[in-house]
C-alpha cells in the first residue's frame, strides 16, 4: 500500500509545471479581473495614486452610463449579425471545402491547396486595399453587406476541416453513397457529425475574431456610425474619457464588449480541448 502511495505522489516536476500553469493563467486573467474591478470603481477610485485594486462600495452606474453615451444595443446587435453570418458561412464553406480537398481526386488539387493555405501566410493588411475596391465597385461599401461578404470564406477553417475530414473513413461515406445519399447529405449528415470538436473549434475562432476585428469594419463604413460594431463604438468612449474621469465608463463598456466571446467559449470549451486533442 506504501508503495502504491509513493507511486501516485506528484514528482517535482509535475509541481513545477503546475505552477507554471498557474502563473501563467494569472497573467492572462488580470487584465480582464482589473477592468471588471475598475468598472465598478467610482472615479474618484479610479483616479487614486496608487491605484485602488477593489472599489470601497460597487456600483454598477457606469453600466447605466454607457447606454448615453453610444447606442449600445445597436452596436451589439450589430456586432452580433457580423459576427455570427460571417462564422456560419465560414463553417459552411470549409465544410465543403475540405470535403473535397480530402476525399476528391482531381487534377490540380494538391497545387490548388498549397496556393490556398499560402494566402494564410498575407498580412491581412496587404489586402485592404484589393478588398476594399472590389467591394466598393460591387456597391457594397458603407453597409454591414460589404463587411461579412468577404469573409464568407477562411484558409484557415478550409484547411482545418481537411485535416479532420481527411480522418474519416472512406467506408463510411461509400456506405452513404450506396444508400442514395447526395454529396451535400453526405457532408452535412455524414461528415458534420463525424468532425464536431472541429467545427467547434472553428466556429469560437471566428465568432471571436469577427466580434473583434476593427480595421476592416472602420474602413467599410466609411463614418456610418449607425452600423458601427462594438468595438468601433468604444473608440467614442475613450474619447468621452476626459481626464481619466470616465475611465468606469470605459471599462464597463470594454466588459460589456468581451462578454460574448466568454460565453461562447464557456460552452464550447470541451469541443475545444476535444479539437486539440484529436489534431
Do not use: C
Request: net charge positive; proline share 6%; charged share 10%.
Amino acid at each position: 500500500m506504501s508503495v502504491i502511495f509513493r507511486s501516485a505522489r506528484p514528482s517535482t516536476t509535475d509541481v513545477l509545471i503546475l505552477l507554471a500553469i498557474i502563473a501563467i493563467a494569472v497573467v492572462a486573467a488580470f487584465p480582464l479581473v482589473w477592468m471588471v474591478l475598475s468598472s465598478l470603481k467610482t472615479p474618484a477610485e479610479s483616479m487614486q495614486t496608487p491605484p485602488v485594486w477593489f472599489p470601497a462600495t460597487p456600483n454598477l452606474s457606469a453600466y447605466r452610463d454607457v447606454a448615453g453615451v453610444i447606442d449600445a444595443r445597436r452596436s451589439f446587435f450589430n456586432s452580433f449579425l457580423i459576427a455570427t453570418t460571417t462564422t456560419a458561412g465560414i463553417l459552411v464553406t470549409s465544410l465543403m471545402a475540405g470535403y473535397a480537398f480530402a476525399k476528391y481526386r482531381f487534377r490540380g488539387r494538391d497545387t490548388l491547396f498549397a496556393i490556398m493555405i499560402a494566402t494564410m501566410f498575407l498580412p491581412p493588411i496587404v489586402t485592404l486595399i484589393p478588398l476594399y475596391r472590389l467591394v466598393t465597385y460591387i456597391g457594397f461599401n458603407a453597409s454591414l453587406v460589404g463587411v461579412i461578404v468577404p469573409h464568407l470564406a477562411n484558409a484557415f477553417g478550409i484547411f482545418l476541416m481537411r485535416q479532420f475530414i481527411a480522418g474519416v473513413p472512406d467506408d463510411l461515406i461509400d456506405a452513404a453513397r450506396v444508400d442514395g445519399a447526395s454529396e451535400l447529405r453526405i457532408v452535412f449528415s455524414v461528415i458534420a457529425p463525424a468532425v464536431v470538436p472541429a467545427i467547434a473549434a472553428l466556429a469560437l475562432f471566428a465568432f471571436v475574431y469577427h466580434w473583434n476585428t476593427y480595421l476592416w469594419p472602420l474602413t467599410v463604413l466609411q463614418g456610418n456610425t449607425d452600423d458601427y460594431p462594438i468595438v468601433l463604438s468604444l473608440g467614442r468612449l475613450l474619447s468621452y474619457n476626459r481626464g481619466a474621469v470616465n475611465t468606469g465608463l470605459v471599462m464597463a463598456g470594454a466588459t460589456l464588449a468581451v462578454l460574448p466571446p466568454v460565453v461562447l467559449f464557456v460552452f464550447l470549451q470541451r469541443f475545444f480541448v476535444d479539437s486539440i486533442v484529436s489534431a
